[in-house]
């Protein structure tokens, strides 16, 4: 049975429930004022004189009220039906609704929205969280479709490289087999670079890694470290400072997070006598990670994208150091999957401030 059938059965049951009952109470309270037998004496009116009147005895009284009772509760029964039957379709219209959009969306259709119109109530509430819903899917749609068409670019640039040499080295005999060689190491490696960035970009939506305390003075430390000899290379200083900065979530990933900012902080710098500070702190909220670095002047509405995969600064540039693209996107990818927060804000005198906020943790 539908749902309609349903919701009429049950008014009409209730509606009869509640007609029988009502009855019974009528009957109890006019059993109650009426004998079972009625006597009365031989009429000693004089000859002319009408007798004494009819008094109705219980016997009367359940001969008078049943039939009339039973056709009262056969049209209580028809008023139940249609009744019902015209409510319950009033309360399930919405639904209808609803259920037309979410077959337009079955059919792969995410622009259709439901906007249900009157009061707030279950079934408006209902509409408004499945917009909610179709707009975030339809997003992540969008961000998906848009992203499979940079990684397919991106991926098919070093193969179009690739053979592009091999084009070059198979029709000219005299090609220098060590630069042959050493471009196609180069672009191999970049390959390489970008597959391992998509795999741990894919990991950390994924979320599937265990949590731990993790210091992030320490992952800024190693970094830096790790980073030194590109700045030094560039002329950049790198300054860091904070104390104990614990946070839960993988190390791995975290040092990826931490080294994917300073490496970007290195790169879209000052040409030299430029400056890096890292820093971390807990704050009220949880724990901190600040990158801040010397550079161009940046818009917001620029910085809004930096987050974007396959963007690389105010442009697509290449580098020899320029990375793959993805250093923020995984960046906010990571942030995303430890429940932590990312803001990105332009300095005033030019570069960019990246900070990382994360839920702090207990020590061990």
């Known amino acids: 049975m539908s749902v309609r059938l349903k919701l009429t059965l049950s008014y009409a049951g209730f509606l009869m429930v509640a007609g029988v009952l009502l009855l019974a109470v009528v009957w109890l309270f006019l059993l109650r004022y009426v004998p079972e037998v009625i006597h009365t004496p031989e009429s000693s009116s004089p000859p002319g004189f009408p007798g004494p009147s009819f008094i109705p005895d219980q016997g009367d009284l359940t001969r008078a009220f049943f039939p009339r009772a039973l056709v009262a509760l056969g049209l209580l029964l028809a008023f139940g039906l249609l009744g019902g039957w015209l409510l319950a379709g009033r309360m399930l219209s919405p639904l209808s609704r609803i259920t037309e959009v979410t077959r337009s969306v079955a059919q792969g259709s995410l622009t259709h929205r439901i906007r249900l119109p009157g009061r707030r109530d279950e079934f408006r509430e209902l509409a408004d969280a499945f917009d909610t ?36 080295a198979r029709s000219d005999p005299d090609t220098d087999a060590h630069e042959l060689v050493r471009r196609l190491h180069a672009v191999n490696a970049r390959a390489i670079d970008l597959t391992e960035a998509l795999l741990l970009l894919s990991r950390a939506d994924q979320r599937t890694f265990a949590r731990e305390p993790v210091d992030l003075s320490l992952m800024a430390e190693e970094a830096t470290e790790t980073l030194l000899p590109l700045a030094e290379e560039r002329g950049i200083t ?54 801040e670095n010397t550079g161009p002047a940046l818009t917001p509405m620029l910085v809004s994208t930096l987050t974007e995969p396959f963007r690389r600064g105010a442009a697509r540039i290449r580098s020899d150091h320029a990375g793959v693209g993805l250093g923020l996107a995984i960046v906010r990818s990571i942030t995303q999957a430890h429940d932590g927060t990312l803001t990105l804000v332009p300095r005033p005198d030019g570069g960019l401030r990246v900070t990382v906020e994360l839920p702090a943790t207990q020590s061990p």
């Open 133 to 168: 819903m179709l707009a975030q899917l339809e997003a992540h749609v969008t961000e998906q479709q848009r992203f499979a068409t940079n990684a397919s670019h991106e991926l098919r640039t070093p193969l179009a490289i690739t053979q592009a040499l091999l084009d070059v």
């Open 238 to 291: 790198l300054e860091t400072s904070g104390d104990i900065t614990l946070a839960g979530g993988s190390p791995a990933l975290l040092l990826q997070l931490t080294t994917n900012l300073v490496h970007n902080a290195i790169v879209h710098n000052l040409p030299d006598h430029g400056t890096v500070w890292v820093s971390t702190r807990t704050s009220p909220r949880g724990a901190q990670l600040t990158v």
